[in-house]
């Protein structure tokens, strides 16, 4: 007899740029701005928090699975909006630095996340990735610090990633901005799966039903030792990168100028 197909998740709510879902004991947070390959902007950002909290709630789900819709996973900081049209408010942010916990580090029960990368996983898109605890890609995936090309500090990415992946590929990573594909990070091991283009989701489906085998709190006390790693050496970084103040620089404005207008930078130093 024919297997019975794995019914669709069910939509628990539908944030703006987002959505919650559930099958069983399997959460799903997929990103919904396909037509900007999920960049971040700050309704991303807040939808993201309220979608994680809802996770981290929600007595139904044991494991989450993050993913993007569309033809990437995140493609980082929405330029236009996050770094040239900046209002005062997100100028005052910028001074004040990032949370060093990021956006897993600090929860009520601290339930494993997976994330399923396809297409870009840029910046803040690696973020995420790396501060999930495990990590699928197909082999389309590329991940980069790309902060550093935007005249930002990468320091607090740097960190992050170094927490599982030291290697002076990473430094490159960190110094010069490039895209870095799925396959050289699982071979260093920054990844748990690499898996053909496609096949992301599905992967990482398989991987959940793994990690649900394990009595639940049992896992819970490894991802809380897990994030641990990273939120030290993320507020280290904050310490040594604040103070440059690159937001407040002429080579930050020209990064992000150049790239709106699509024409090489023209840096100055300044």
């Known amino acids: 007899m024919p297997s019975t197909p794995a019914e669709e998740p069910k939509i628990i709510t539908e944030y703006e740029t987002m959505m919650y879902k559930r099958r069983e004991k399997i959460a799903y947070i997929m990103f919904n701005r396909s037509q900007a390959l999920n960049a971040v902007n700050d309704q991303f950002e807040e939808d993201l928090h309220a979608a994680l909290l809802e996770f981290d709630l929600d ?15 995140c493609a980082g900081a929405d330029v236009k909006q996050r770094l040239v049209a900046m209002t005062s408010e997100q100028a005052a942010r910028r001074q004040k630095g990032p949370n060093a916990e990021g956006y897993t580090g600090r929860t009520a029960n601290w339930k494993p996340i997976i994330a399923a990368v396809h297409g870009y996983a840029l910046g803040a898109g690696i973020v995420i990735a790396v501060e999930s605890d495990l990590i699928v890609a197909s082999e389309d995936a590329k991940f980069g610090i790309t902060e550093t090309k935007r005249g930002l500090p990468a320091g607090r990415i740097w960190a992050k990633v170094n927490a599982f992946m030291p290697s002076k590929v990473l430094s490159e990573m960190a110094l010069t901005g490039e895209h870095i594909d799925a396959a050289e990070l699982y071979r260093l091991g920054l990844i748990n799966r690499l898996v053909p283009t496609g096949e992301h989701l599905s992967a990482a489906e398989e ?5 649900l085998k394990s009595p639940p709190l049992a896992t819970r006390s490894v991802v809380k030792l897990i994030r641990r790693q ?9 310490m040594q990168m604040l103070p440059l103040k690159l937001h407040l620089t002429e080579d930050f404005k020209e990064a992000s100028q150049s790239f709106v207008e699509k024409r090489p930078p023209k840096y100055q130093a300044r």
């Open 59 to 73: 007595d139904e789900a044991w494991v989450a699975i993050i993913h993007g819709a569309g033809r990437s996973f």
């Open 207 to 211: 991987l959940a039903e793994k990690v």
């Open 230 to 238: 990273w939120v030290q050496p993320s507020a280290d970084a904050d």
